[in-house]
């Protein structure tokens, strides 16, 4: 059986990459199709992968600002025909529409948030996004739901996307969590004059990953410090409205992640995420979270046990969650047994077994 994976652009270090990483594990062999491929800018992983990009990738601007392709994207993955089996999509917005002779199958992390979801995604973006979300969503609504309806079967990363699925596409999809990319086995490298202790977010710097919603918390308790790990755009505006008690590393590597999440006190999580995966992660490191109530924070903290949820991703609510984590005794040992559920080699065993069916018909 002949296998090939695809994913949106391999232009950045997220979630999403991370799980196109975990599929290449399970087939090691299977091509990766993509519209856009920046080997700098992704993880380092992908150097010994098959990825083949559209055309859209001899364009060096939009290779490192995917963004500004994004006119052009509905038509790059359409053009794109894939001579497979089996077809594995890592979705959210785009790779769903590449072609195959064979028989697709989407990983849909969530549908397109700015086609579904544009008033939390696009509109904080400013004038410039809005105005291009009413010239082009419209028809690339009827392109979306056009492409899904070719799959044979969709999979999603979460309950909280598979009513969202179920909703916009009238199609059901199986549960398939992703694995929590990063393990505590490696090697971890500090970060010179940090000392343990710290409360740490993870997140790109993005206006609804409300990360500025956690940074005001901490004017609320200034005796907690907290790491922010990412970059993105509102990265200069958090910088600029955050306290002495918060410090920006920007980007890091594994081994200096892997420090800080088991140098850390507890992971803070306020975005609205169709999977809750640094609260899984900071599980395996023994480590509670508080997290929003929404999403897929729902599938992957056990309240009580593994963390706490806060209301709304307001700095009150957050504060007053922190306080309440402070005080209760969490137990590592319950935290990593949350977290082996969620285990790599259950993603990968699954996977194979969906694949397998689909050649199989």
């Excluded at 979630?15 to 062999?29: D, I, K, N, Q």
């Excluded at 990825?51 to 601007?61: A, D, F, M």
Aim: net charge positive; proline share 8%.
């Amino acid at each position: 059986m002949k296998v090939a994976l695809a994913h949106d652009y391999l232009t950045q270090r997220g979630g999403a990459e991370r799980v196109v990483l975990s599929m290449t594990r399970a087939f090691p062999e299977a091509p990766v199709y993509t519209s856009l491929f920046d080997p700098g800018a992704t993880f380092p992983e992908f150097h010994t992968v098959d990825v083949r990009p559209s055309t859209l990738n001899r364009l060096g601007l939009l290779r490192r600002h995917h963004r500004l392709a994004f006119p052009l994207l509905a038509p790059a993955v359409s053009s794109i025909r894939v001579n497979a089996d089996v077809l594995v999509c890592s979705s959210s917005g785009w790779a769903h529409g590449i072609r195959t002779d064979g028989r697709k199958l989407v990983y849909c992390h969530a549908p397109a948030r700015w086609l579904y979801q544009s008033d939390r995604y696009v509109r904080p973006l400013g004038v410039p996004a809005r105005m291009a979300a009413c010239a082009f969503c419209p028809p690339l609504r009827r392109w979306d739901r056009r492409t899904a309806a070719t799959a044979r079967r969709y999979l999603v990363a979460s309950t909280h996307v598979a009513s969202m699925v179920e909703e916009i596409y009238g199609l059901r999809a199986a549960v398939l969590p992703p694995p929590p990319a990063l393990r505590p086995e490696g090697l971890a490298e500090a970060v010179p004059g940090l000392e343990p202790g710290f409360l740490l977010c993870v997140s790109r710097l993005l206006p609804y990953k409300n990360v500025d919603a956690v940074v005001a918390a901490l004017d609320l308790r200034p005796r907690d410090r907290l790491v922010v790990v990412g970059t993105g755009p509102d990265e200069a505006r958090l910088r600029a409205t955050a306290g002495p008690n918060v410090q920006f590393v920007g980007a890091v590597r594994d081994e200096v992640l892997r420090w800080l999440y088991g140098a850390c006190a507890a992971v803070v999580a306020a975005s609205f995420e169709d999977f809750g995966l640094t609260p899984l992660e900071a599980a395996s490191f023994g480590k509670p979270a508080a997290a929003l109530r929404f999403g897929g924070y729902l599938d992957t903290v056990s309240e009580g046990e593994t963390g706490l949820f806060f209301g709304e991703p307001a700095p009150g609510a957050i504060a007053a969650a922190l306080a309440e984590l402070s005080t209760v005794p969490w137990e590592a040992e319950k935290l990593r047994a949350r977290a082996s559920a969620f285990s790599e080699e259950r993603f990968v065993e699954r996977l194979q077994a969906f694949v397998a069916e689909e050649g199989a018909r």
